[in-house]
Every structure is written in C-alpha cells, then in structure tokens.
C-alpha cells in the first residue's frame, strides 16, 4: 500500500467522542488525546462519561465508557454539543452515541467486532456497518481488533494483552486524522512504563500501525488542522476539576499558614480529591481516610479546633451522613470546609453521573438553625479559586463552608494556568494571641461578628466548645430561652454580613433587557455560549451567574431590575430558583431544567430562550 494525498481543512474547533466497552480504554486514550492536545496549544474541555456498573454486561448498553473532548485555537467552553468525529469501539457503543453525532461526522468502529451475536445484544437486527443505516455519516470501518494482533505477531504477545492494546490503534488512526505527531504519546509511554520497558514497545507499535493504516485509507479524504489557541504566557497543564480542588486547598494551607488536614470516606465522584492530597506530604498535608462519613467530618472538626485547616470531601449520600456534624461546627463556630462533589440522586441514585442534586441540602439540610456559606464551582478549572475562596472564608469567618461542585467538573478537564501562590489574596484567620485577658470563646469582633480562633495549648486561652447550646460571651453551657435567640440571631447574622466581603454579582450583556438568564455551578458554559450566540445575532439577552449563593452578593436585588423576563436554568428540578422565589418575591422567575444526569447542550437552551423571547 502507498501513502495517499488528502485534503488538509484548518478548523477552529472540533468535538471527539471516544466510546467504548468499559475495559476498551476509552478514559485512557481520551485523556492522552487531550494532554497532547494541551501542549500543542489547544484549548480544551472533556467530558469523562462512565458507566455506574462496575461490571456490566459484554457489549451492552449498560456497560458503555465514553470520554468527549472539545478543542480548538479559540477559547472553549464547553466540551461541546455534537460530535465530529465518534470513535465507536464496538456495537454498543454505537447504538447508544449515535445521536451526538453530527451529520457528515467521521465514524471509526472497529469492524472486526460487528458479528451477528454482539449486534444482536447490542440491540441491532441488522449490521448497521452494512445496512445503509450510517449512510449520513463518513463510515471507517477499521479492523482494529485483527490489525492490532497483526502489528504485535513478530513480539509474541499473548491474545489478552494484545486486545487491551487496540484502544492505541484508534488513537492512532485519530493522530493522523488530525494532522497530530505521536511525539507527545510515545513520551508518556516512555514515563507511565518506565519500569516495564515491554509495555512501552507494544503501545508505540500499535499506535504507529493505526497510524499507518490511516495513511493508506481511502476513507480518509480529508483530514484536518487545528492552530494553536491565543493564550496568556505562562504555565499550563490540562487539570480536572478534583485535582484543581486538592491544589487550590494547599494553596490556601500555605498562604494561610495552616496546616491542612483532609478527613474524609471515599465515594464517587469526590475521591480523587482525597487521592490527590495524599501525594502532598511535602507540602504538610495531613489524608485520614475514615471508616465512615461521620467519623471522616468529625475528625476534620478536631483538626479544626487544634488549628488545621481541616477539610472534608464527600458527595449527596455523604452530605447527608454529615449533617449532625456540621450543626458542631455551626455551633462551636469552627472553620470548616465541606466540599461536595454532586452527583444523581436521591439514595445512591446515579453515582457517576453528573447533577445539581444538593443545592437545597448546603442551605437547609440540617437540625435547628444552622446556616453555613454555600457557594459553587463553575469549571473545571475555577475549582481550584473557589476552593481556595472556600477556605478563606471559613477560616476568616469561623465557620463552615460548602463548596459545591459537580461530578462533571470534577472529572471533567480544562486548560490551567498555574498562578503563584503569592499573587492569591491574603488570608488572615483571626488567631487569638497567648494571655490576652479579654479572650472569651464567644467574644466578638462588632465589625464581623467573628469570634477568635483559641488553639489549644496557647498560654492563658483555656476554653471549652461542645455541642450544646452556649451563653453568649463566656460559653458556658445555657438553656436560657432569651440567650437561645441571641445565639442563633448572632449566628446568622454573621452569615449575612459575610455578603460585606464579597465581589458584586456581574452581568455577561447589558444591564437591561428583554431577557435575563440564571444559572449557578457547572452550567455556565453552556449558558454563556447559547447567550453569547444570540447577542451577535441582536437579541436583547444577558447572563449572570452565581457563584456565592449564601449569602448572596449585595447587588443581587439590583441586576434583576433591569429585566423584563428572567429564567433560571438548573441541573434539578429547580433549587435555585426556588431559593430565588424565598429571597426575592417581588420578582418573577420563570425556570428551565433538566434532571437527566447530563449536562446542558447549547442548542438546547438556545431553542428555550428563543421560544421564551417570542412570547408576549
């Protein structure tokens, strides 16, 4: 065979879906594709998509792995809506992502698994690589299963070893679609098997043939170029949104000067934060991975109260289990930072699927009267600057934090530019000083309302914290019906004057118009494009976005005036806009949701505000 001449057609952007058997390595190769992509200068978004069975059937819908990423040379938000090209590991896969496909997209199966039988399971009565079914679609159908054993025959590898092996023969045939050298893949096999040598010789063999057989296909007519992204100087890695969590807690340790301290119980899709502050025993990360959720805060609130920034991860289930515990920290007025990573509910409900499930949980989930701060993430990215904000706030105004993100951002990755821990804003906790003669546990600052942070073994600042109701001033413990409502009105008054300290709410648009849209958490993105796309088309439509939820900035009131509609979209059946409806009743929300355990697509919200932009 001899390599053939294609058309090169330079693109501002694409879409690639690699779906899969969950052991077929889609995550994998998606995650390389994207590295490389990263350092060659894209900008890029992912979306991980996995399976909640941990060992579903063979080649069923159940058991499908997907992994998108959206690249480009301009700055991307979202990790896209249809795809350009879906690489589809076996008939499963293929039945249940066809849909995101666009019209004309490249599909590259791996046709050598196509048999009656796998067809049958996957719901097929037909081939479709035979039927005429795909006939809208480029079909490059690949014997990647077949090819794979055949580039690896002269190494004697065995069948097994050689089937876990064809994902780097689609990657491969992607390279060349792609106009991508295998430069940067051959260099991660060379760091991820440095001690097996053997490793790294049967996946640059199998990368290179996919890669070569790209070249000789006449399917391939064209393939495609993407510039490098405009981007600011300075160093980037691609980060998902649990590591740029992890990073932006030992970022606040040491610009506070506190230790941190992680006491937390694995769950999906927040353990990889846990996973990742365990590596940073350099940095004086303490990782105590509990027997149970409640032992996991209650450590964290010890921690707490020695000094640490302590910290505790969970999801919606967790959350739950962490309730009591948070009333303590409420109580004691102990900083605390509680993230939750979202995921489906309710009950163990949908593990590795992304949703808004726990707004009303962060504000009301707890016994008696018990506000904490709540505020969300927004990108993967952004994680990393609200966790950091997170704990700031907790340890500058004593007391608990959440910090909602979703599972989407969390596994979700975005390109990062790595600050200088310096350039963070200060974070000042109010550490009372040995023999101060005026120190009371409760004794206030007038501005804040903020009591003083007494670390045990501080010459002269004995004190007692428990969960019982305490006396205003000395803590001593109290029953008094009058001192019971000063407590929780000082309590929650602190709250609200920690609105003194925030940035103003800001609109994407004009100040006025026809059309004012809502969202909070990982749903900017979507929003933001869908908005931005209207606006150039001339339609009088803004955006504003929250971040700070409880309490809300202070100018909030004053944005929805300017508006003659208002629509909130959420991932739920509609929390925040609900919560809206309590602390603004003189407005009217109208709202917009999607409980499907994916994220918004922009033609989705599109079409929604077009229709609401119609209407009288």
């Given at each position: 065979?001899?390599?053939?001449?294609?058309?090169?057609?330079?693109?501002?952007?694409?879409?690639?879906?690699?779906?899969?058997?969950?052991?077929?390595?889609?995550?994998?190769?998606?995650?390389?594709?994207?590295?490389?992509?990263?350092?060659?200068?894209?900008?890029?978004?992912?979306?991980?998509?996995?399976?909640?069975?941990?060992?579903?059937?063979?080649?069923?819908?159940?058991?499908?792995?997907?992994?998108?990423?959206?690249?480009?040379?301009?700055?991307?938000?979202?990790?896209?809506?249809?795809?350009?090209?879906?690489?589809?590991?076996?008939?499963?896969?293929?039945?249940?992502?066809?849909?995101?496909?666009?019209?004309?997209?490249?599909?590259?199966?791996?046709?050598?698994?196509?048999?009656?039988?796998?067809?049958?399971?996957?719901?097929?009565?037909?081939?479709?690589?035979?039927?005429?079914?795909?006939?809208?679609?480029?079909?490059?159908?690949?014997?990647?299963?077949?090819?794979?054993?055949?580039?690896?025959?002269?190494?004697?590898?065995?069948?097994?070893?050689?089937?876990?092996?064809?994902?780097?023969?689609?990657?491969?045939?992607?390279?060349?679609?792609?106009?991508?050298?295998?430069?940067?893949?051959?260099?991660?096999?060379?760091?991820?098997?440095?001690?097996?040598?053997?490793?790294?010789?049967?996946?640059?063999?199998?990368?290179?043939?996919?890669?070569?057989?790209?070249?000789?296909?006449?399917?391939?007519?064209?393939?495609?170029?993407?510039?490098?992204?405009?981007?600011?100087?300075?160093?980037?890695?691609?980060?998902?949104?649990?590591?740029?969590?992890?990073?932006?807690?030992?970022?606040?340790?040491?610009?506070?000067?506190?230790?941190?301290?992680?006491?937390?119980?694995?769950?999906?899709?927040?353990?990889?934060?846990?996973?990742?502050?365990?590596?940073?025993k350099s940095l004086g990360a303490k990782v105590f991975q509990a027997e149970d959720e409640i032992a996991g805060i209650c450590s964290a609130?010890?921690?707490?109260?020695?000094?640490?920034?302590?910290?505790?991860?969970?999801?919606?289930?967790?959350?739950?289990?962490?309730?009591?515990?948070?009333?303590?920290?409420?109580?004691?007025?102990?900083?605390?930072?509680?993230?939750?990573?979202?995921?489906?509910?309710?009950?163990?409900?949908?593990?590795?699927?992304?949703?808004?499930?726990d707004l009303m949980q962060a504000l009301f989930g707890r016994n008696g009267e018990a506000p904490v701060i709540v505020i969300a993430a927004?990108?993967?990215?952004?994680?990393?600057?609200?966790?950091?904000?997170?704990?700031?706030?907790?340890m500058e105004h004593m007391t608990p934090v959440i910090l909602l993100t979703e599972g989407c951002l969390g596994f979700g990755s975005e390109?990062?530019?790595?600050?200088?821990?310096?350039?963070?804003?200060?974070?000042?906790?109010?550490?009372?000083?040995?023999?101060?003669?005026?120190?009371?546990?409760?004794?206030?600052?007038?501005?804040?309302?903020?009591?003083?942070?007494?670390?045990?073994?501080?010459?002269?600042?004995?004190?007692?914290?428990?969960?019982?109701?305490?006396?205003?001033?000395?803590?001593?413990?109290?029953?008094?019906?009058?001192?019971?409502?000063?407590?929780?009105?000082?309590?929650?008054?602190?709250?609200?004057?920690?609105?003194?300290?925030?940035?103003?709410?800001?609109?994407?648009?004009?100040?006025?118009?026809?059309?004012?849209?809502?969202?909070?958490?990982?749903?900017?993105?979507?929003?933001?494009?869908?908005?931005?796309?209207?606006?150039?088309?001339?339609?009088?439509?803004?955006?504003?976005?929250?971040?700070?939820?409880?309490?809300?900035?202070?100018?909030?009131?004053?944005?929805?005036?300017?508006?003659?509609?208002?629509?909130?979209?959420?991932?739920?059946?509609?929390?925040?806009?609900?919560?809206?409806?309590?602390?603004?009743?003189?407005?009217?929300?109208?709202?917009?949701?999607?409980?499907?355990?994916?994220?918004?697509?922009?033609?989705?919200?599109?079409?929604?505000?077009?229709?609401?932009?119609?209407?009288?």
């Amino acid at each position: 065979m001899t390599k053939k001449k294609n058309n090169v057609v330079e693109k501002e952007e694409v879409v690639i879906k690699f779906v899969g058997d969950s052991g077929d390595g889609m995550q994998l190769i998606g995650t390389i594709f994207s590295d490389a992509a990263a350092i060659l200068g894209n900008d890029i978004a992912t979306f991980p998509d996995y399976p909640a069975e941990i060992r579903a059937p063979h080649n069923t819908i159940a058991g499908v792995s997907g992994f998108q990423v959206h690249l480009g040379k301009i700055k991307i938000h979202t990790p896209g809506d249809l795809c350009d090209v879906l690489v589809a590991m076996n008939p499963a896969s293929l039945k249940a992502n066809l849909k995101w496909a666009k019209p004309g997209a490249n599909i590259i199966v791996d046709a050598d698994v196509f048999e009656d039988k796998a067809n049958e399971k996957a719901g097929y009565k037909t081939n479709p690589l035979t039927d005429g079914s795909l006939s809208d679609y480029n079909l490059i159908a690949a014997p990647v299963s077949s090819m794979t054993k055949d580039s690896l025959a002269a190494m004697n590898i065995d069948p097994k070893t050689a089937d876990k092996s064809k994902n780097m023969f689609a990657l491969g045939i992607i390279n060349y679609l792609f106009n991508r050298t295998l430069d940067h893949t051959f260099k991660y096999f060379e760091v991820k098997f440095k001690k097996k040598p053997a490793f790294i010789n049967i996946n640059k063999t199998v990368l290179q043939a996919g890669y070569n057989f790209a070249e000789t296909l006449e399917a391939i007519k064209t393939t495609f170029s993407i510039s490098s992204a405009k981007i600011e100087k300075g160093k980037y890695r691609n980060i998902t949104g649990n590591m740029a969590t992890a990073w932006g807690l030992l970022a606040a340790s040491e610009r506070s000067g506190r230790p941190l301290f992680l006491g937390s119980y694995p769950i999906t899709p927040a353990t990889e934060i846990l996973i990742e502050l365990a590596k940073w025993k350099s940095l004086g990360a303490k990782v105590f991975q509990a027997e149970d959720e409640i032992a996991g805060i209650c450590s964290a609130i010890g921690a707490s109260f020695t000094g640490s920034l302590a910290i505790t991860t969970t999801s919606g289930p967790g959350l739950s289990l962490k309730s009591e515990a948070i009333g303590l920290a409420v109580m004691t007025e102990l900083p605390l930072v509680i993230v939750n990573v979202q995921r489906g509910g309710p009950s163990t409900g949908l593990p590795t699927k992304s949703e808004q499930s726990d707004l009303m949980q962060a504000l009301f989930g707890r016994n008696g009267e018990a506000p904490v701060i709540v505020i969300a993430a927004s990108t993967s990215v952004n994680c990393f600057y609200y966790a950091y904000e997170a704990a700031k706030l907790a340890m500058e105004h004593m007391t608990p934090v959440i910090l909602l993100t979703e599972g989407c951002l969390g596994f979700g990755s975005e390109l990062f530019k790595i600050p200088k821990v310096a350039d963070l804003p200060a974070i000042n906790p109010p550490i009372a000083e040995a023999n101060d003669k005026n120190y009371k546990p409760y004794f206030r600052n007038e501005k804040t309302l903020v009591r003083k942070w007494a670390l045990p073994g501080t010459e002269g600042l004995r004190h007692r914290l428990g969960g019982l109701e305490k006396e205003n001033i000395t803590g001593n413990v109290s029953s008094d019906p009058i001192n019971h409502q000063l407590m929780t009105n000082l309590r929650a008054e602190k709250i609200e004057k920690v609105a003194d300290f925030l940035p103003n709410q800001e609109i994407l648009g004009e100040k006025e118009g026809d059309l004012l849209v809502i969202g909070w958490g990982s749903t900017h993105g979507a929003i933001y494009s869908a908005v931005d796309e209207l606006q150039k088309q001339g339609m009088k439509i803004s955006q504003t976005h929250f971040n700070y939820i409880l309490p809300f900035p202070k100018n909030t009131a004053k944005i929805f005036k300017g508006f003659k509609k208002i629509v909130v979209c959420e991932l739920n059946a509609g929390q925040l806009v609900n919560y809206l409806r309590m602390k603004f009743p003189q407005y009217q929300f109208m709202q917009y949701n999607k409980v499907q355990g994916l994220p918004f697509v922009v033609s989705e919200l599109k079409d929604k505000f077009n229709q609401i932009l119609k209407e009288k």
